[in-house]
């Protein structure tokens, strides 16, 4: 029995290892939820990479003149900002493409897609969110915590100026005592 022959795949050029899967699988379905998807996908990359810019950064020591910056965090960092720019690039294409695929659909204003509990649908009447009894009974909790605060305060320095009157006594007495002893 012979060996199944593999078929080579026509890709039309170049391969980029970089590419997902999912990107390729769909080529012949390409709509805005995918796009979306792909955008999702190339945002987590883009917080990871940036995390791990942070990470590095926070390894490198600071150029004071005295010891040079490690040259392999140096060429890592600019490996991750040189991918963290791409991912840019990418999001931006994928954004500018999903945007032009749902260009025939009705551009909504973002705050009016919010689900307000009361059903209001605009941001014009925002005076509901807090009423103004919270909000006054909140300022007279908070005077109430600032005067028992203010009490403690001047408690705790009688009891300070007791201390010291006592430490004073006490040094005083034990000055005397020292002077009376041949």
Known sequence: MAAPTQQP?????????SSTPSMTSTRGEINCVTLCRLG???????VTKTNEIFNVSKTMQ??????????NH???????????????????LLYDKCNQLSGGMDQSNAEELIPWK???DSLSDLSGLGSEDK????NQEKQELV????????QL????????????????MMAMRHNTWP
Not at 74 to 92: C, E, G, P
Request: hydrophobic share 30%; aromatic share 2%; proline share 5%.
């Open 9 to 17: 795949t026509v890709s039309g050029g170049n391969q980029n290892p």
């Open 40 to 46: 999702q996908e190339t945002v987590q990359d883009i």
């Open 62 to 71: 600071l150029p004071n003149g005295v010891s040079p910056v490690n040259p």
């Open 74 to 92: 140096q060429v890592k960092l600019q490996d991750l900002i040189r991918t963290a720019q791409r991912h840019f690039k990418r999001l931006r």
């Open 118 to 120: 009361d059903g209001k």
């Open 135 to 138: 909000v006054t009974s909140a």
């Open 147 to 154: 005067e028992k605060v203010q009490s403690k305060n001047q």
């Open 157 to 172: 320095q009688q009891i300070i100026e007791r201390l010291r009157a006592l430490i004073w006594d006490i040094n005083t």
